[in-house]
C-alpha cells in the first residue's frame, strides 16, 4: 500500500498544524513536545509524521525522504527550493524579517548608498539579497541563534532575525530599525511525490487549502 511522509519541526510550526492536519482527517499519534520519537505514526495507517529541525524540513523534501513538509518562508528563501513544489501559503506561525541594532546605532548613516555594515544573521542570503537591494556593503558573519547577542558585544552592529512579539528584542536593548519582509510557513511537496502518489497527497493538499485562514 503507497503512503505519505510529513516533514514537521515541533514547537509553533507543529502546534498551527494541527488544525489543518484535523482538517485533512488526520490525528497524530504523539506529540513531539512530550514524546522524544522522530517518527509519528497517525490516526490513518497511509500516513505518518517525521520530526525535524526547522532548517531540515526542505532537505528532507528535496530528497523525497519526505513527501511534504511544512517550512518557514525564511528556511526556504536560505534552501534556495530546489526539487520543490511550493502550492500553498499556509498563514501559520507569522512573524517578521527584521534588521535590529543597538538603541543609538546610526543605522541611516551606516546604510547609506555605498556605507558599510557589519551584520550577524543565520539568514545569510536574505540578509545579501536585502543590503545589495540597497547599495551598501555587508560583512556577513554566520551565527545559528542567539543572534540578539552580537550586537551586545561587539561582534556585529546589526542583526537579521525573525521578530514575532519584539519581546526577544526588548529584553535586550535592541529595537527594529528596518522590516524586511513578512514570513509565514508554506507547504512544501517533493515534486516526483506528487506524480506518483497524487491520490493521496491531492486531497491533503485540498482539506489544508479549504482549512487556511
Ligand atoms: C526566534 C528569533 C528571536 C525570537 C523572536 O527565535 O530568532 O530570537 O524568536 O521572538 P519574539 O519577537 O516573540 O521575542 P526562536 O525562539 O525561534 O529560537 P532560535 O534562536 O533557535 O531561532
Known sequence: MSSITLALSKGRIFEETL????????????????SRKLIIGTNRPDVRLVIVRATDTPTYVQYGAA????????VLLEHGGAGL????????????????????????????PGGRIRVATKYI???????????????????????????????????????????TLRANNLEEVEDIMPISSRLIVNQASLKLKRELIRPVLDAFAGAVK
Do not use: W
Open 19 to 34: 488544525p489543518l492536519l484535523a482538517a485533512a482527517g488526520i490525528t497524530p499519534a504523539d506529540n513531539p513536545e512530550t
Open 85 to 112: 513544489y511550493q502550492p500553498l501559503d499556509l498563514n501559520i506561525a507569522k512573524c517578521r524579517l527584521c534588521v535590529a541594532t543597538r538603541k543609538g546605532f546610526d543605522y541611516a548613516a551606516a546604510t547609506r
Open 125 to 167: 542570503n536574505s540578509a545579501k539579497a536585502h543590503f545589495a537591494a540597497k547599495g551598501v556593503h555587508v560583512d556577513l558573519i554566520k551565527l545559528y541563534g542567539s543572534m540578539e547577542l552580537a550586537p551586545l558585544v561587539g561582534l556585529a552592529d546589526a542583526i537579521v532575525d525573525l521578530v514575532s512579539s519584539g519581546g
Open 67 to 74: 513527501d511534504l513538509g511544512i517550512a518557514g518562508k525564511d
